[in-house]
């Protein structure tokens, strides 16, 4: 039977990669932000600040989290609150977090995409 639904293309396009040159979509209004703390994200170092949320540090310094698995556009959040899941990141040990509800730490070193190992906490 005829349809003249088209299907979705699949990973027609490629995601950018996070580069420190790339323009940040957030800008902190805080005149004293807390101390400057160093992380990784996909093996590139991120500094942010104390009590930020992993999702400000990354938006601060680039635009994106991830990449959206059937069209591979930039995800960087939706809700801000925990419920969309469109900021799921993954930490060093495969835990799936969401980078609007956890909170920056020295060292930390989280990825786009999970690894082998996924657990899913979130
Ligand atoms: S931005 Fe929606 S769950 Fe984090």
Known sequence: ???????????????PAMTSS???????????????????FDGELITAHAHDTILAALLRQGARTGCNEFDNAPRAGFCLMGSCQECSIWD???RRLRACMEAVREGLELRSTPCQNVQDNA
């Open 22 to 40: 790339a323009p940040g979509l957030l800008v902190s209004i805080r005149s004293a932000p807390g101390p400057a703390i160093q992380m990784f």
């Open 1 to 15: 039977m005829p349809t003249d639904i088209e299907e979705p293309s699949l990973s027609s396009t490629s995601c």
């Open 92 to 94: 060093a040990v495969g």
